[in-house]
């Protein structure tokens, strides 16, 4: 069983950077889509971004596209999101997860092996 487990939050201002990891146990990590998610309180959980097996293909949610970016390193178990011109409105927690399916999914019921999660938090 795969499991993940996400690093890297922190408290910045708006405008900086942050590099988010999230480290995978287990042999299978470059066989599966890897996605990352963000919740707010009192909102949903939300669709960052999503990575290929291979790392080719890659999908964003319109609020952070150009700003963010996913990428993977199959050899060392660790995907990251890379997000720049953070903006107040991007403060969650940032979950990554695993997907269920070989075709790349922005619905959360479509991933497994969640996380626990890294608290952003961007001030104004």
């Known amino acids: 069983q795969v499991q993940l487990v996400e690093s890297g939050g922190g408290l910045v201002q708006a405008g900086e950077s942050l590099r988010l990891s999230c480290a995978a146990s287990?042999?299978?990590?470059?066989?599966?889509?890897m996605g990352w998610f963000r919740q707010a309180p009192g909102k949903e959980r939300e669709f960052v971004a999503a990575i290929s097996w291979s790392g080719r293909h890659t999908n964003y949610a319109d609020s952070v596209k150009d700003r963010f970016t996913i990428s993977r390193d199959n050899a060392k178990n660790t995907g990251y999101l890379q997000m720049n011109s953070l903006k107040p409105e991007d403060t969650a927690v940032y979950y990554c997860a695993r997907g269920m399916l070989q075709t790349m999914t922005r619905d959360f019921r479509d991933f497994s092996s969640w996380g626990q999660g890294t608290q952003v938090t961007v001030s104004s």
């Open positions: 287990g042999r299978t990590f470059s066989t599966f889509v």
